[in-house]
């Protein structure tokens, strides 16, 4: 499974995954933030929702920089995959920080009992994308009406939050599930095919033809990447919690400045990464880093209000099987007002 499969939870998904993981979340004693043997230092463990990628360009760069050290942390990355739910772990005590592809996952999990919360968003705008080709090209939602899209099962209620945004019907839109490739719009399956746009090796066979037109222009405003601990882990280890951001910080602003240093020390890590692939793809990670929000608030920004209009919108889908969470239950700003001095300003 790729990282594009896991962008939209649909609510009979969520309620399965995050109903089994509950009695887990609370099972037991609670594992923190462990101390190492070594140099009196802390180890942290990130759970990702996905595959390690260069969705952690910043982490990566930030260890091997010795960000975390200057914190008296050493950090653990811990790969999610089809199989882990990266929420459930970090619920019960078995990761300390986590991070998911996308916000709603969060809004999810909070309504079902999860104990946990959002403290920063490592993509400012979402990466999902609606893909068409120039011959037959949908640029904006209405040129939706008629067509065929294609898109992951998980992701549809992606495209029903933009159709409703838009004020357009569902039945005046053809879906068809499909995986990870681009086959259905290039056999003409399908008129529209989805996925993150910083995937570049899965959309390198759409070549120049490519129109794409993002969720975020369509009206569905998501965070990509969040980071999100315990309310726990927020109460009873503030410091390692700040440590964890600020090291996390200064590592996407080293990244910044130095995009292929940082491409070569992803690829050492993970080889089997491949390295030109990265190069090509690592200023659009940094543009979904880094904008206007990010150069007067600094890295990892995020509003009340963007998130309040997430749950608005997905209460309205009938996404939430209990009721809302508040939205001082989902994030918190706490942890980026005292990470505010060392959270570059750029964009």
């Not at 959309?203 to 980071?227: E, F, H, I, Q, T």
């Amino acid at each position: 499974m790729t990282r594009d499969t896991q962008n939209g939870l649909t609510r009979r998904r969520a309620l399965t995954t995050f109903g089994a993981a509950a009695g887990a979340a609370f099972a037991g004693n609670f594992v923190g933030i462990q101390k190492a043997w070594a140099q009196d230092m802390h180890t942290v463990s990130l759970q990702l929702g996905w595959l390690a990628s260069n969705g952690i360009l910043g982490e990566v760069a930030a260890a091997d920089q010795g960000f975390y050290a200057d914190e008296g942390l050493e950090l653990d990355v811990v790969a999610g995959g089809p199989n882990i739910d990266g929420v459930a772990s970090v619920a019960s005590g078995r990761a300390d920080l986590g991070s998911i592809s996308s916000s709603p996952s969060l809004m999810l999990a909070r309504s079902q009992g999860l104990p946990i919360k959002c403290i920063a968003a490592g993509y400012q705008q979402h990466p999902f994308t609606y893909f068409s080709l120039k011959k037959n090209p949908v640029r904006e939602p209405k040129d939706l009406i008629g067509k065929t899209v294609a898109t992951n099962g998980t992701a549809r209620i992606l495209l029903q939050a933009m159709l409703a945004a838009n004020d357009i019907p569902e039945d005046e839109v053809n879906v068809l599930v499909m995986g990870s490739d681009m086959s259905p719009l290039l056999t003409g399956q399908a008129d529209v095919v989805t996925g993150w746009r910083t995937n570049t090796s899965a959309l390198a066979v759409l070549g120049d033809d490519r129109v794409d037109m993002s969720l975020w222009d369509a009206g569905v405003k998501l965070y990509a990447n969040p980071y999100y601990v315990t309310d726990q882990t927020l109460a009873e280890n503030p410091e390692q919690v700040e440590g964890m951001l600020r090291a996390s910080a200064r590592g996407w602003a080293w990244v910044h400045d130095n995009p292929e240093a940082a491409v070569d020390i992803l690829v050492k890590r993970y080889p089997n990464m491949d390295r030109d692939n990265e190069l090509a793809t690592v200023q659009m990670v940094l543009d979904y880093s880094f904008n206007a929000n990010t150069a007067e608030n600094g890295w990892g920004t995020m509003t009340r209000e963007n998130w309040q209009a997430q749950i608005d919108a997905y209460d309205n889908l009938g996404q939430f099987e209990n009721a809302a969470p508040a939205v001082d239950e989902i994030m918190t700003l706490d942890v980026l007002e005292k990470t505010a001095a060392s959270r570059a300003n750029y964009g």
